[in-house]
């Protein structure tokens, strides 16, 4: 089992760039979420899916844009980059209520 | 508004000894308590959890305890070993009402067992 993974793991973006961070999960969890964490905070919830084909706004999400169009994938989507977005990614599964398994992180770097 | 708070970004401790990490919390409402153990350049970890409806729970070498009155919890490591050197996250999680399971986070405090 690989768990969670992300992709890539580092990505550096000038400002207006637009990219897309892949989050893959093999351990059949209906819910997904994206998280950021900036130095000196903890994380904070951009955008979560509670199934296939559902997504919904969490603590931090403007300028960010989510889809779940399969179970075991949810995508973060930059449309144009800002440095205010300069920060690391995680992404995380888990089943209600179960405990939240993460992903190794995204480093993005937006200049 | 930070309704998990670790008020210590840092912790020193000689290898052996006891590790005691601190957390508070504002909302009365939580029902659980998560600490995450993050290294660097790898995802947060679960590592213990407990209900609110207990004041402790155990699991090896780490322990949890919570004073619901107080609205603190604390994580005891005992004894402290270097590869416990990390970045511990606590959190809190809303249940009733919802299955998402929200966590939480506070702003996590960097752990350093020098030998």
């Known amino acids: 089992n690989a768990g969670v993974t992300q992709t890539p793991k580092f990505r550096v973006l000038k400002t207006g760039q637009s990219m897309t961070l892949l989050c893959a999960q093999d351990?059949?969890?209906?819910?997904m979420y994206w998280y950021r964490q900036d130095p000196g905070m903890g994380l904070r919830l951009i955008h979560y899916?509670?199934?296939?084909?559902?997504?919904a706004k969490g603590e931090v999400p403007d300028g960010y844009n989510v889809s779940r169009l399969k179970k075991q994938n949810f995508l973060l989507g930059l449309e144009s980059a800002a440095p205010s977005q300069t920060s690391v990614y995680f992404c995380?599964?888990?089943?209600?209520?179960?405990?939240?398994?993460f992903g190794p992180g995204t480093r993005l770097t937006v200049t | 508004d930070q309704q998990v708070k670790q008020n210590s970004p840092s912790l020193s401790v000689q290898e052996g000894r006891i590790s005691i990490l601190n957390c508070d919390y504002t909302?009365?409402?939580?029902?659980?308590f998560l600490w995450y153990k993050k290294y660097p350049a790898e995802g947060p970890t679960f590592l213990i959890s407990?209900?609110?409806?207990?004041d402790k729970n155990e699991d090896g070498r780490f322990t949890v305890f919570l004073n619901k009155s107080a609205k603190h919890l604390s994580l005891h490591i005992v004894p402290s070993q270097p590869g416990d050197s990390a970045v511990y996250f606590c959190?809190?999680?809303?249940?009733?009402?919802?299955?998402?399971?929200?966590?939480?986070f506070g702003r996590g405090t960097q752990l350093t067992v020098w030998p």
């Open positions: 995380a599964s888990s089943y209600p209520l179960g405990e939240q398994y």
């Open positions: 351990m059949n969890h209906e819910y």
């Open positions: 899916s509670v199934g296939e084909g559902t997504t």
């Open positions: 909302n009365s409402m939580f029902d659980y």
């Open positions: 407990i209900s609110s409806i207990k």
């Open positions: 959190a809190a999680r809303l249940d009733r009402g919802s299955t998402l399971g929200r966590l939480y």
